[in-house]
């Protein structure tokens, strides 16, 4: 009967069914869980993360490369902040990756509870049903909560679409018989030196296509990439459509704005083999800053994060953004990738390709020039995902 010890309930309700990594933002109601997790787990199995759309990513990418389902905790007043990616990336509508929810319980009906809670308490279910998320509310027992998870396991699985574990206050017990959770001792307390290889020329001679078909070039056959939504990813769709080449080694990342990088960490969780690159956007990185700040001083070696940078969300008129290049920069260079590199030119670029050898940020700075008419992809979303996912087979 609840509350369950929290050991016994991961070694066997959510291990005996295939779940051993879990990315979320902490809630008071998982709290005798959430704390097992960070006194016994690695970073490699547990990442606490910025917000919750950051964990929808993280588990999104590391079902595409391990074909494995990942916990992604949150409180019900932050299923909101899931709500992006799992609406225009995870749900079976767009590209279908199962994942499997755990939303803790605030504002219960007919349970006293804080104010902020008075809204979404109440409603959160009608909220989950209203975006046709499968769900149930854990059991009382054990043996309940084990064949609740499976049966939900097996529907996200089978009809590709996150689903949903709802857990009241109480229970858990508290983790009493483990270490205190910690700061992981391997996490970087001294930032690299950032390179800036800056042209002189008055004018920025490198237009976004420019600069993503010079990192094209170096995407060897064995490397993936992820690009992000708006003209990243349609200009590089082009590039591999004019060279004739196969569509499966890129994941279109055509959703969830600012969680094109998150998405491409979860993959590496999965993928060594070859280098991973994630084409972003200036917009799309600044968005959710917070969580590239968390992953960047976890980043494998394999990954490299090209930030192209024209200042402004082109895909929508070219608005621009509310920060200077200035301090663009310098936010970015307190960032804990192994090497940074600024450019602004082919030359820089290249070079730049060239040197990463570690977890690497590269910013590159572009001009404004675009083409009006960018082809978008004749594939479904479901089938990019197949072609991607076969590159792990």
Known sequence: MRPFDPRQFYEEALKANGISVAFGVPDSSLSGLLSYFSS????????VTANEGGAVALAAGYY??????????????GFANALNPLQSLMAKEVFGIPMLLMIGWRGKPGEKDEPQHALIGPRILDNIEANDF?????????SGAKETIAELVAKSLRDSTPVALIVPR???????????SQIPPDLPTRHAKVEQWMSSEPDLPLSRELAIRCVHRHIKSTDLSVSSLGGNSRELYMILKENGEALGRNFFCIGGMGHAFGLAHGITMGYSSGRMFCIDGDGSFLMHIGNNAVLAGISPPNMIHVVIYNGVHSSTGSQALTISKESFLAMSAGLSYKQKFFVDDAEGLERACESASESTLIIVAVNDLVKKSLPRPSESAQELKDLYMKSFI
């Open 170 to 180: 109480e229970t858990f017990l508290e983790n009493e018989n483990e270490a205190p």
């Open 134 to 142: 499968p769900y149930k509310v854990i059991p009382d027992t054990l």
């Open 64 to 77: 595409l490369s391990t074909r494995r389902i990942a916990l992604v905790y949150m409180q019900n007043s």
């Open 40 to 47: 016994t787990k690695p970073v490699s199995e547990h990442i």
